[in-house]
């Protein structure tokens, strides 16, 4: 899965609660695992005491028209306090925030320190390219082609639609001249009549 753990941000609810002593009725630990575990808790009996929550604070972009249809982008804290972190100096700097220029040995570890710092910067711009290009970019591309198929469905149903208004208006006017025909013939029927009774 996906190792990024930038940008996450854990919570507990609850109320705190006294150490208590295991009850007899609770089974011992009896592997390694258990055993560790009951050693890093101390003697708690198995209680509710609250809610530990796990959230990530990523950027969301809704890519579709439908609700589930999104991607999201986690960045690193880009504050100078979380930059260039984890550089052993000798002026005990810890962060991008914390250095100071004012002696050579100084100077020299603020340089390590703004190394750090621009390979961080990098390599989160790296991840926003790479987001851009194949999460973005790719989406961007596969919404121009739908974009054509509905464009291209569209003009097959208006010519269907127009297809059908023709048949309709050929048959209204083949029956209008067949009724005009028919009308004319039988008005030339009576003026034949009328001529032989005159």
């Known amino acids: 899965g996906n190792s990024n753990t930038d940008g996450l941000a854990i919570r507990y609810t609850g109320e705190a609660l006294p150490s208590q002593p295991n009850p007899p009725d609770l089974p011992q630990p009896e592997t390694a695992l258990n055993q560790t575990s009951q050693a890093a808790m101390g003697n708690l009996s198995p209680v509710k005491a609250g809610t530990v929550s796990l959230s990530q604070n990523a950027l969301v972009f809704q890519i579709g028209s439908n609700a589930e249809q999104t991607t999201s982008l986690a960045l690193r804290n880009m504050r100078t306090n979380s930059l260039g972190t984890g ?45 851009q290009k194949n999460n973005l970019e790719s989406n961007l591309n596969y919404l121009r082609i739908a974009h054509e198929n509905v464009m291209s469905s569209e003009s097959v149903i208006r010519d269907a639609d127009m297809a059908e208004e023709m048949t309709g208006f050929t048959r209204n006017q083949i029956m209008t001249d067949s009724a005009t025909a028919m009308l004319a013939q039988a008005n030339s029927r009576a003026q034949s009549v009328l001529r032989l009774l005159q």
Do not use: C, N, W, Y
């Not at 100084?106 to 991840?127: C, F, H, I, P, Y």
């Open 87 to 131: 550089v052993e100096t000798e002026s005990g700097f810890r962060s991008l925030a914390e250095i100071d220029v004012t002696g050579p040995i100084k100077a020299q570890d603020a340089m390590r320190v703004l190394d750090r710092a621009l390979e961080e910067v990098s390599s989160t711009r790296g991840e926003i390219g790479a987001f």
